[in-house]
């Protein structure tokens, strides 16, 4: 990932993206956006970061924990360690027995006509639309350099599977993001992107 050099206003910078403290009362540290459970080993190059608060910043610890482990069982097929080829996951189920349980209720096996066991997962949806939205948030302000503070409209999140072939185009139209935020902040790592191509 390359580095570009922000020019942001410092006043943009005042808050936590999260929750709207003023950062200057407030104990901060730096959050990776993506979230590091998001991401596999070796991370990128100058992953992106911003500050936060550090309550916000531990309070989101649980559901990225949570949606990493329940994406790690979705990939694997299964709760149980030692299906888990990753010894970290399969360390972090053992130790915690009480999310891997809830994991394991979200799995409902099921056959199909040509009689396959297939498994369907359902996601605690606010714990995973937390982690969506603070990604989000965290995304915005990095690259256009102004906080979005107030509560998002919508929040959908599901499986690229389970879209049209129509929904997936328009989610993935480059336009979008132009639309919704107008031209980013001067200084911004994307208006630099935009006059430099």
Sequence with gaps: MDQINEFVDERQKAWCIQ??????????????????????????????????????????????????????????????????LDAKIARALQRHKKLRA?????????????????????????????????????????????????EPTRVRTLPLTAISASEREDFEYDGVVEELLGSPEVGSWMMTRVFTG
């Excluded at 990776?32 to 100058?46: D, I």
């Excluded at 500050?51 to 559901?63: K, Q, R």
């Excluded at 949806?125 to 990095?142: D, L, Q, S």
């Design 19 to 84: 929750c709207g403290a003023g950062i200057a009362d407030v104990d901060t540290n730096r959050d990776h956006v993506p979230s590091k459970v998001l991401l596999r080993k070796p991370y990128p190059e100058n992953l992106p970061v911003v500050d936060t608060c550090v309550d916000c910043n531990n309070g989101f610890s649980p559901d990225e924990e949570y949606l990493h482990l329940f994406l790690h069982c979705v990939l694997t097929g299964s709760t149980d360690p030692e299906q888990h």
């Design 102 to 150: 809830r994991i394991e209720r979200s799995k409902t096996e099921y056959r199909t006509i040509g009689g396959e066991t297939r498994c369907v997962w359902e996601p605690e949806e606010e714990r995973v639309e937390r982690i969506v939205v603070k990604n989000a948030r965290g995304h915005v302000f990095y690259e256009y350099g102004e906080p979005m503070l107030g």
